[in-house]
């Protein structure tokens, strides 16, 4: 059975001790230390959980650095030297310098397994390499470096295979390759690895020597990990260093996380009920226009709530920048004005027929449309002003704007209701 299918049979488990119960019927501890490899944080600390270290230790050699990396960055941190300890001295000394880089960057993310040779080798010494490699992860290019270590250029398989035994490495290497260094948060990363369409990317020293490399698998694992952070903080739920499932021990923690985006929402539902309480009189006057509110405040804020998520996708891919703000404001205001138009003409119709008032239809469309506009500009605005000030655009979504999108719709509504309040009476 893959490890792959036991840890998904592990994770679709119920009860731990049966996830417990399923690991330890492993037979092959190479078998054991690949499904850990597969298993998210939480299943990871509940299968590993009471094991002895020996056993522990034993289990991280089977694994590639990158991936007993990730294994022992989620266990007890008081255990992992007892843990090295049982780890031959230079795959230790390995680990331990992986462990030392933040785990969203690219040191954090990378292996040290690959194959480099010197700049002045040739393409029958490149082979020679490979053969004489045991490196378990698979191998995408060959990495040419300097006396000092330096990354002088690559080399994939498919040009070495097609080169003369006898030529030298430095005529078919690409001597200007993609690179990230080992500061580069991981998303960067991701994002390098997506538009040169590469399947793995060298990580450089900041003077150059070369550190590591990141493969395709751990890249499909960021961007997971990322787009998942992403949707979390378009909910309103935060984020730190520490959201690995082993920490929410409690439903205060828990709590903790959601509650700040929480607040901001009642803050505004307040304010929106003071505009409320502000028009009372135009309300008192025409009962009637409360019965548009939660339509204007329902289409105002999902409106924003599409711009923002085209926009917030838009910028995670690289595909725009501070440069298209305005191209884009003009863009989604013809979109607003498009569809508050059709949405505000069909609620007109609909006023008509429901309260036979042509003066109440028309306030209720004039606002819908405004609405949209407002809305829409300011879902798509706001997420790349965030972005360029240091701040996660993700935070812009739904919390932040459907907030603001209530607020200045109730706003605009009762402000046209009241300016027109004679002609509605």
């Not at 522990?56 to 991936?67: N, Q, T, V, Y």
């Not at 490399?213 to 992403?230: G, L, M, N, R, S």
């Amino acid at each position: 059975m893959h490890p792959a299918d036991i840890a998904k049979s592990i994770h679709d488990s119920p009860d731990i001790a049966e996830k417990r119960r399923l690991f330890e019927d492993i037979a092959s501890s190479s078998t054991k230390a690949h499904v850990l490899s597969e298993l998210s944080s939480e299943h990871v600390v509940q299968v590993l959980r009471g094991i002895p270290l020996t056993e522990l230790s034993a289990l991280i050699k089977e694994l590639p650095r990158d991936d007993a990396t990730d294994i022992l960055r989620v266990l007890p941190q008081e255990a992992v030297p007892a843990i090295l300890r049982g780890i031959a001295h230079e795959e230790a000394a390995q680990l331990e310098c992986l462990l030392t880089y933040p785990k969203r960057s690219a040191g954090g993310v990378m292996t040290t397994q690959y194959v480099a040779i010197h700049q002045d080798a040739t393409v029958d010494t490149a082979f020679k390499a490979i053969q004489k490699s045991s490196i378990e992860e698979m191998i995408y290019e060959i990495y040419v470096t300097n006396d000092q270590g330096n990354l002088m250029g690559v080399v994939a398989l498919r040009a070495l295979l097609r080169a003369s035994r006898k030529a030298r490495i430095t005529e078919i290497m690409d001597r200007e390759p993609i690179f990230v260094t080992t500061e580069t948060n991981q998303e960067e990363v991701a994002d390098k690895v997506a538009r040169y369409n590469l399947l793995s990317i060298p990580v450089v020293h900041p003077t150059g020597k070369l550190m590591g490399i990141i493969t395709i698998d751990d890249v499909v694992d960021v961007i997971q990990e990322e787009t998942t952070e992403d949707m979390l903080r378009m909910s309103g739920i935060s984020t730190t260093e520490q959201d690995d499932p082993q920490f929410y021990v409690s439903g205060l923690q828990e709590a903790k996380r959601r509650l700040p985006w929480i607040f901001v929402n009642m803050l505004g539902s307040i304010l929106a009920g003071y505009i409320l309480w502000f028009f009372r009189y135009t309300i008192q006057e025409v009962v009637a226009i409360i019965s548009f509110i939660p339509i204007i405040t329902a289409l105002g804020g999902n409106a924003g709530l599409q711009s923002s998520t085209l926009v917030i996708r838009s910028l995670a891919i690289g595909r725009i920048d501070r440069r298209d703000l305005w191209t884009l404001c003009v863009r989604e205001s013809w979109v607003a004005l498009l569809m508050g138009s059709i949405c505000g003409g069909v609620i007109l119709l609909i006023t008509l027929a429901w309260h036979a008032h042509v003066m109440l239809g028309v306030v209720v469309g004039f606002s819908m449309t405004l609405t949209f506009l407002i809305a829409v500009v300011m879902a798509t605005a706001l997420p790349i002003l965030l972005k360029y000030n240091g701040l996660d655009p993700a935070i812009a979504a739904a919390p932040l704007i459907t907030t603001a999108t209530d607020i200045a719709s109730i706003t605009i509504y009762l402000m046209t209701a009241t300016v027109l309040l004679s002609s509605l009476s």
